[in-house]
């Protein structure tokens, strides 16, 4: 690594006068001279909370966070702190002081930035955005804000952080106690996301903090308009305006705005009074009528409400929100046809106010049959027709009125089908009164109408297996009961067929014995699932049964190649093998009787290849070479037959015999000598070699 370069300290001479700041500074001036940079640090973080303009707290703070630095890396070598002080001393050096100071430290923040680069080289660390963002977020939760702000200021070259990072930089000059460089991260990270309404009350918390109030004033209403019942904003603003009245007792605005926000804390009797004023101050200011006409529709009490918006329609009888606020009170009074005309009248002057549509739609509504109310939409609302019943559809789904609402996606589809969420929804109610093959026909529909519509495709997905569950259990239900014949018509009238199903099928012909259908149909679920073993053991299990032994070979290898550890099938394997063997060694000892002793041969070569040590099948074939005059081998194959089955006696004689052909007469009576020992039954057998042993008697000498 290049060597650092020591941290020229940054002279201040300013002294403040807070109560607690001057202990603080002078107990970390004491920590930095005594080389205690950790103590020093903590105290000038202390001092600068309590005044963070102070630039002599800030100038000994980044000394002491400098000199750690170079202390972490040049002594310990640890790259990791030391960067971490450069960046909070960058913190401080460039984004924590005005833009006056931070320019008065240009030569500081170079020599410190070389510093914090040769410690993120010696640490191979990524400077992307990404990992830059990461980083200042870890040390943000490790406590360590300076740093992090630094971090966070290093992603700001990537769009997808700017916002947060914005953001968290205000959070941390708020914790630091910089409220003006707070309020002015906030402001950037409200210009890139103005919609959020989290970020917007921390700007207006601070601008309030700040004394900035219009400023406040104007987050917090837009705040109060994208939220309800915010208790802590409409606080804030009853605090703002009170402070304004008291200044400015005779504005009329000011004391309505008061009303206005008493009346959203639901305190009406003092919203009353400020509206009073208002009206008493400005008697023509149809704001405050309106106000005061909302505020006892709020009550409930309409028919005042509709007195309060009248005074205003005799002066200003085309105002559109005192006309709409009568309609609404009419409705509550159920004067629908009153409310009605007023809605036309208000169309007739807005006609693409979609507020007095729904408006008008609404108090109709209720009070007509399905049928009525598709009518009277279509002839008060043609060009928007679909749409109102389309939102009138989606009321109705939501309230669980099934029925209802498929009736109503229907009328909407009769006058404008270009919507796939009409189908989409249509097909969902259907699956929930149970009619799939309708639901699935309709989103058919839709497939071919809106070929890449993701939607349609999901809810097919979810509409057909949910189809194909409700059948698996009515299947289920069958086969428990012992009615296999309606399980098996269950299960395959599901589309499109599933290994599951096939099963159940196969299953289902198993237990009514039909075990020719049931291997029929367990072939088709392995078509269907390839790679699960147990299929594969089914299938073998029932050829096995009925004595298909190839077949039944075939798939317990199958079973056995998919899953290694399948015993039902391994030991289904062996056995089948061992069957084969059985019927092969059969054969093999009737072609030998039949002197057919190559084709003999051939059965038993195969059978000693997969069964080494079958004493039997190495005893015929030892024979048959003993019928080829091949004595050799056939001893050989005689002496592996009786070392795996000592049961096999004749078989001494038999090697004596051959030995005997051999002319090697000593191991010929050796084995006479071992079978006339073990031998017990008096036949031509034991006579022969009895006699044999007493004739080669004096050739063994």
Known sequence: MKKLASFVCLLSLSLPAFAGFQEHFELGQKYLTNYQYSGAITEFKSALRINYLD?????????????????????????????????????????YPTANQ?????????????????????????????????????????????????????????????????????????????????????????????????????????LDKQGQEDDAVDEYNYILS??????????????????????????????SNLGAIMQKQGNYDEALKYYSKAEYLDPSNVTTRINVGTLYQQKGDYR?????????????????????????????????????????????????NETIQNEMISAVRDTMTIPEFVEYVKKNSPNSSADILYNYALDLHKQSKIDDAITMYNEVLKIKSDNPEVYVNLAIAQGQNQKYTEAIEILEKAANKFPDNAQIRETTKNLTAEATNIKLDTAAKYYNDKNYESAIAEYLSITPATSDTMLGVASAYQNMGD???????????????????????????????????????????????????????????????????????????????????????????????????????????????????????????????????????????????????????????????????????????????????????????
């Open 55 to 95: 630039n002599s707290a800030r100038i000994n703070l980044i000394n002491a966070y400098c000199s750690r630095g170079l202390y972490y890396a040049t002594k310990e070598n640890d790259y990791s702190k030391a960067a971490d002080d450069y960046r909070a001393a960058l913190f401080y050096l460039i984004y």
């Open 102 to 206: 931070a320019k008065n430290s240009t030569q500081a923040i170079v020599q410190v930035t070389s510093n914090l680069n040769k410690c993120l080289s010696a640490m191979d660390f990524d400077t992307s955005a990404k990992n830059r963002y990461e980083k200042a977020k870890q040390l943000r939760a490790e406590g360590n804000f300076a740093a992090a702000g630094y971090e966070f200021n290093q992603t700001l070259s990537d769009t997808a952080y700017i916002k947060d990072s914005f953001q968290q930089i205000g959070d941390i000059m708020k914790l630091l106690g910089n409220e003006g460089k707070a309020a002015e991260y906030y402001k950037k990270a409200v210009s890139v996301a103005p919609s959020d309404v989290q970020l917007r009350m921390s700007y207006a918390k601070i």
């Open 226 to 255: 994208k939220t309800t019942d915010n208790k802590e904003l409409l606080y804030s603003l009853e605090r703002i305006y009170k402070r304004k009245l008291e200044d400015s007792p005779n504005d009329a605005n000011i004391a």
């Open 304 to 352: 005042t409400a509709i007195t309060a918006y009248d005074s205003i329609l005799i002066l200003y009888p085309d105002n559109i929100e005192a006309n709409l606020y009568k309609a609404q009170c009419l409705t509550k009074l159920g004067k629908t046809k009153e409310a009605s005309e007023l809605y036309k009248k208000l169309l007739v002057k807005d006609p693409n």
């Open 515 to 701: 075990n020719d259908k049931a291997v029929e149909y367990y072939i088709k679920a392995f078509e269907l699932a390839p790679t699960n073993s147990d299929i594969a053991y089914y299938i073998a299990a029932l050829y096995a049964e009925k004595e298909d032994i190839q077949n039944a070979k075939s798939y317990a290898e199958k079973a056995l190649t998919l899953n290694k550890t399948n015993k039902p099938a391994k030991e289904l394997l062996e056995n089948i093998e061992a069957q084969i063997t059985s019927q092969n060694l059969d054969k093999a000892i009737s072609l030998f009787d039949a002197e057919k002793y190559d084709e003999s041969l051939e059965l038993l070569n195969k059978i000693i290849t997969l069964e080494p040590k079958n004493s039997y099948a190495l005893y015929y074939r030892g024979m048959i070479y003993d019928a080829q005059k091949k004595y050799q081998d056939s001893i050989a194959d005689y002496k592996k037959a009786i070392s795996v089955n000592p049961e096999l006696l004749i078989i001494n004689y038999l090697i004596g015999v051959d030995y005997d052909m051999l002319e090697k007469y000593k191991d010929a009576m050796n084995y006479y000598k071992a079978f006339t020992a073990t031998y017990s039954e008096d036949d031509d057998f034991l006579k022969y070699a009895k006699t044999r042993i007493n004739e080669l008697a004096p050739y063994v000498k």
